[in-house]
């Protein structure tokens, strides 16, 4: 057992930070900080940054950019991303679908797609939620029927994150309907130009624009587009969710904005009010412990599969986001009420939110993270069964 | 950084983990169990780096914790017995760490709450040597105790003072705590003390005294974890074969989401443990907020999980037989005991906060 951090580990954080801060532009990190929305070029700019140093794919196999980094530096390279008020690398392309086509992909898909998706000169947004599909996600209904060399796609995807602003979509699509609902969902990637493909906006309560809905009608797709075997999807989708999970925790986010809590209610004075700084305490102190079970969990993971565990870090990251940026609003004061934002702005007005606008868009926003990528109640599901082991009604 | 147990950690744990189990089944003879403590070394395991360091007495707080161990161990060894070894009473450690002598540290008085470095007990200079007066309260283990060490305001500022528990003028009030244990009140009515009663660390008395109690808070936070640990296993046990409706209550989404929510709160308890533990060799600021840090989130998750335990219960939660209840009572004691969550949270408020 050693509860410190090794000499190695302390040198490889402090050589992130030195790179971060020296690479990073000044405009993006302020912005980040600010937690404006980032124009998608500046997005492009901050992982191709963060790809050069070998930091956006470390996770990876070596042959297609990954580093032979052990989780713990992994995990710290993802506190050091989020501290220092670095965009992160897009989850969908380093995350989810890259690691799902290193292990699955042709040799033909590896070499088209996985460097590009690296060096997000692809764009991958995920097709998986439909609007009768949320927690129960097998129950998807969007069909893919071989006609020839391509699949008919027909259904409609929701809650697409960034669809708009995306090259590429991977999907989960029904290919069968015979058997059980896990079985005759395939794994598809889908280039979002195909005619056949709208993406109408999802206007959420943060006033900002990020998630979609997707229709699919008639669309044709290349069966060459087929990730793995037909009717293997629920096990890729399953391998997928278990792929990188050093930074479930969001653990160097919630610090960036609890820092800043304590940073501008020092400013104001309003950290002399027992009440609140009693609030921020207790929730620095849960961070503190979310950074060791951050670790516990990275460097006790299983080769393969998804630790259970992991649900905890999902549960505790977002309520602790959800309430940093709570305190963060209340740093406002009365000016928290007119610090609205125009619910019907365009994005590149949006992108020039004022400060105080960007904190209540921020609060709004932050209800997501109890719901998205397995809600809060699936998570408890999982931890239930799979570690308390408690079962269902027979 | 890494988590995993040693091989001498593995077989330790192992042997304390057996030893314990036999403890809580067996015949509960305080003076066996303190030999069984003694043969397997556990009363040099303090003070000594090999085999020692906080990493080890964590899993073995944890599996007193675990059983609900009811031996000396916490205040004769880890809080008597450290500050006697710094403030370099060798004699007096040499005869607890011989299992010979039993010792507790007095940290207590009325209405100061958790506040032992102002003591109101004083000690005056008289014709041979120190004259003690005062009260001190809920001093765990008091009564099987040979030694006491007594923080005092003299003079020249806060003592320590080392009275045998037969000095003249010393008495005690024994009385029962609600986990099993024995605890007493002791009044000091001008109890005489010889010149070298007076323990002088090098350190000086309230740093010694600070240093002793983190060590002590930390230790008792891996108790905590242990209890909470073996509650959550009873509970999701009872969850499985209790059986209303037809079905294993374990089987409702409402229970199972409750029982979850012990796991996250302990998980994240376990992890600020090892956060203190880790914390115990920084300087003294560092330490001292890192453990109040943790006791008051590991307290906080002591009486969530211990409440949530009986509640799943039902009514056999209630019932002083079952053990749950048992878990509760002690995870209640530990909670008052060393700091409750305000007094520590405060304490962590009035150092600006946790450390990133």
């Known amino acids: 057992m050693d509860l410190q951090f090794t000499g190695d580990e302390t040198r490889f954080r402090a050589d992130v930070r030195a790179y971060l801060l020296a690479e990073m532009p000044e405009r993006i990190r302020e912005a980040v900080y600010a937690e404006k929305p980032l124009p998608r070029a500046w997005m492009v700019e901050a992982q191709q940054i963060l790809n050069r140093a070998g930091y956006a794919v470390p996770h990876w196999p070596i042959a297609h950019g990954g580093r032979d980094w052990s989780a713990v530096k992994r995990a710290i390279l993802a506190e050091e991303i989020d501290r220092n008020a670095c965009p992160k690398p897009l989850a969908f392309n380093v995350a989810l679908v890259g690691p799902v086509i290193a292990a699955f992909g042709s040799e033909e898909q590896k070499q088209r797609f996985l460097d590009p998706i690296a060096n997000l000169d692809m764009w991958f947004c995920q097709g998986f939620s439909e609007p009768g599909a949320g927690s129960d996600l097998a129950a998807l209904k969007t069909s893919a029927v071989r006609d020839g060399d391509a699949y008919r796609v027909n259904g409609q995807k929701i809650w697409t994150t960034y669809a708009h602003e995306a090259d590429w979509i991977f999907c989960l699509v029904r290919t069968d309907t015979s058997g059980r609902k896990q079985q005759g969902i395939s794994f598809l990637l889908i280039d979002l130009a195909t005619p056949g493909i709208e993406i109408r906006p999802i206007r959420t309560i943060d006033g900002y624009h990020h998630v979609n809905e997707v229709f699919f009608d008639d669309v044709l797709v290349p069966a060459g587009n087929l990730v793995g075997e037909e009717g293997r999807g629920w096990d890729y989708a399953k391998y997928l969710l278990g792929q990188e999970r050093t930074s479930m925790g969001n653990v160097g986010f919630s610090r960036r904005r609890l820092d800043r809590v304590r940073a501008r209610a020092g400013e104001t004075g309003q950290i002399m009010d027992p009440a609140f700084r009693r609030r921020l305490t207790l929730a620095e102190i849960e961070l503190k412990a979310l950074e060791l079970t951050q670790m516990r969990v990275v460097a006790g993971a299983p080769e393969r599969g998804v630790d259970p565990k992991t649900s905890i870090l999902k549960i505790k990251g977002g309520e602790l986001l959800q309430t940093a940026a709570g305190l963060l609003l209340e740093t406002l004061g009365p000016v928290a009420l007119t610090a609205g934002f125009p619910v019907t702005a365009r994005d590149a007005e949006f992108h020039g939110l004022d400060d105080h606008s960007a904190i209540l868009s921020a609060y709004f926003s932050s209800r997501k993270y109890s719901i998205f990528g397995g809600s809060n109640e699936i998570q408890r599901n999982i931890l239930a069964k799979a570690v308390l082991g408690l079962g269902s009604a027979k | ?256 989401h409750r029982a979850a929510d012990m796991l996250v709160a302990i998980e994240q308890a376990r992890s600020m443990t090892i956060y203190a533990v880790s914390m115990l060799g920084a300087r003294a600021e560092e330490r001292s907020v890192a453990v109040a840090a943790a006791k008051a989130l590991v307290n906080r998750a002591a009486r969530f999980v211990g409440s949530e335990a009986i509640q799943l219960h039902g009514g056999m939660g209630l019932a002083s037989e079952y053990p749950a209840g048992r878990y509760f009572q002690r995870l209640t004691v530990l909670e008052t005991l060393l700091g409750d969550t305000d007094f520590l949270l405060d304490q962590v408020d009035q150092a600006g906060g946790v450390p990133a």
Request: hydrophobic share 45%; aromatic share 6%; with cysteine.
């Open chain 2, 1 to 256: 950084m890494n988590f995993d147990l040693s091989e001498e950690q593995k077989l330790l744990a192992e042997a304390v983990g057996e030893l314990f189990e036999a403890h809580a089944t067996g015949t509960r003879d305080p003076a066996v169990e303190w030999r069984d403590y003694r043969d397997l070394g556990l009363l040099d395991l303090p003070f000594t780096a090999e085999l020692g360091g906080p990493e080890t007495l964590m899993l073995v707080m944890e599996a007193y914790g675990r059983t609900l161990a009811r031996a000396p161990y916490l205040q004769s060894m880890l809080l008597a017995g450290r500050v006697l070894a710094l403030s370099g009473a060798g004699e007096a450690l040499a005869a607890v760490r011989a299992g010979d002598r039993q010792a507790a540290l007095c940290l207590y008085e009325p209405g100061l709450r958790y506040r032992w470095d102002a003591p109101a007990t004083v000690a005056v200079r008289g014709d041979a040597g120190w004259v003690l007066s005062g009260r001190k309260v809920a001093v765990l283990d008091a009564p099987g105790a040979d030694l006491f060490l007594v923080p005092a305001a003299t003079p020249d500022g806060l003592g320590l003072f080392l009275a045998a528990a037969d000095t003249p003028g010393l008495a005690r009030h024994p009385r029962p705590t609600p986990d099993g244990r024995h605890a007493a009140d002791l009044s000091f009515d001008a109890v005489v003390l010889s010149p070298e009663r007076r323990l002088q660390g090098a350190a000086g008395t309230r740093t010694v005294l600070a240093e002793a109690i983190d060590g002590a808070i930390a230790a008792s936070c891996s108790e905590m974890v242990g209890a909470m640990e073996r509650l959550l296993a009873l509970t999701t046990e009872y969850l499985g074969v209790r059986t209303q409706f037809g079905v294993a209550i374990g089987s409702f989404q409402a229970l199972q």
